[in-house]
């Protein structure tokens, strides 16, 4: 990732499910230690719903981690309404209040980051990353471009998968949609506004082609109405039917109990102290030319204990367990596999499950 910078807040949310991630590594994490890459924390919140010994949130972003910092000491202290609308699901005119009361329960480098912030803690922090900022141009000056409001409206009713099909085939995959999609989530309109150019070194193809390819496949085949990443994107917020997994009623109480479990570390990921049982590693190997993934990948390995499980994504560059790994770590593509067949964060080409032999 040379070349990319970490000193501004790059996603206020995460785009990868946490569904799928907690489905594949609970077995292993329930008990354990967990390392995860930080992000927004939505996931390492998530994460602890297995249960886990402690939650490793380790990341190379001092803004990214005061955004899970945030997070953790608003679900302290607010009731799960108050802290829907803090974090910007709901509507709020009193989120900068909210904040200078929670202020006093974070770090120095958490609360130096968000008092220069403010005017994003008042938009709700779940929209306040960079990622979140090309989206909303999306939703704002492209989509209209395209499709009616009423016709957005329909896409994310609830249907069966034929009627899906029927819908995006006969109403909504038109010449200019297929044209404006390609330009808006290429290569360089991505990596301007979106992510970071430095993050497609090793990216080869077509990428307006590819994500799309994925867009149809999630427009079709997965249910939209229960779809959080679907919704945000096409809407700016979540419904309450549709919020991702550590934010829905189920997982509040669980996670509340286990916020002293988070330990939040700025660093790369192979430095984290330690042996871990689970490890979601996001999609960071995507990132490194081959030679560094192999290493990185090593060092991780030397981290994880017996029957430890590594999760992680690939959207655009191939990145799998190195072959020099073969006698240490059995790929599992029968938890994979399926997992990535209904993963609602639809861009990703592929979900890895790599379990360490015991």
């Excluded at 309450?240 to 509040?252: D, F, H, I, Q």
């Amino acid at each position: 990732m040379s070349g990319a910078r970490f000193d501004f807040l790059r996603y206020a949310a995460v785009w990868e499910d946490a569904d799928i991630l907690v489905d594949a590594l609970a077995p292993a994490a329930r008990g354990a230690r967990v390392l995860s890459i930080a992000s927004a924390g939505d996931n390492a919140l998530a994460l602890l719903t297995c249960d886990p010994e402690e939650v490793v949130a380790v990341d190379l972003s001092a803004p990214q981690l005061a955004a899970c910092e945030l997070r953790i000491a608003a679900w302290r202290s607010l009731a799960r309404e108050e802290l829907l609308a803090f974090l910007g699901v709901f509507e709020s005119a009193d989120r900068v209040t909210t904040y200078r009361a929670l202020r006093s329960g974070l770090s120095d480098r958490a609360r130096g980051y968000w008092d220069t912030h403010e005017q994003d803690i008042a938009g709700g922090i779940i929209h306040a990353g960079k990622f979140e900022r090309y989206l909303r141009s999306f939703r704002r000056f492209v989509l209209p471009l395209v499709h009616s409001r009423r016709t957005i409206d329909r896409l994310l009713q609830a249907r069966t998968r034929e009627e899906r099909i029927r819908f995006y085939e006969e109403r909504w995959d038109t010449a200019r949609w297929r044209l404006v999609f390609r330009l808006f989530f290429g290569r360089a309109v991505m990596g301007r506004m979106g992510r970071d150019p430095a993050f497609f070194a090793h990216v080869e193809g077509t990428v307006g082609d590819r994500i799309l390819a994925r867009t149809r496949h999630a427009l079709t085949e997965l249910p939209l109405h229960t779809n959080p990443y679907a919704a945000y994107i096409m809407t700016g917020t979540y419904p309450v039917g549709a919020l991702p997994l550590y934010l829905r009623a189920e997982a509040w109480q669980p996670i509340r109990d286990r916020l002293e479990r988070v330990t939040l570390l700025q660093a790369r990921a192979q430095d984290a102290a330690g042996h871990f049982g689970a490890f979601n590693l996001s999609d960071i190997f995507e990132y490194m030319p081959p030679d560094v993934h192999e290493a990185v990948y090593a060092a991780l390995v030397e981290k994880a204990r017996p029957g430890a499980r590594l999760a992680y994504w690939n959207m655009l560059a191939p990145r799998s367990m190195p072959g020099s790994m073969s006698e240490l770590i059995r790929q599992r593509p029968d938890i994979a596999a399926p997992l990535h067949a209904r993963d609602a964060a639809w861009f990703y080409s592929a979900f890895h499950v790599d379990e360490v032999e015991g």
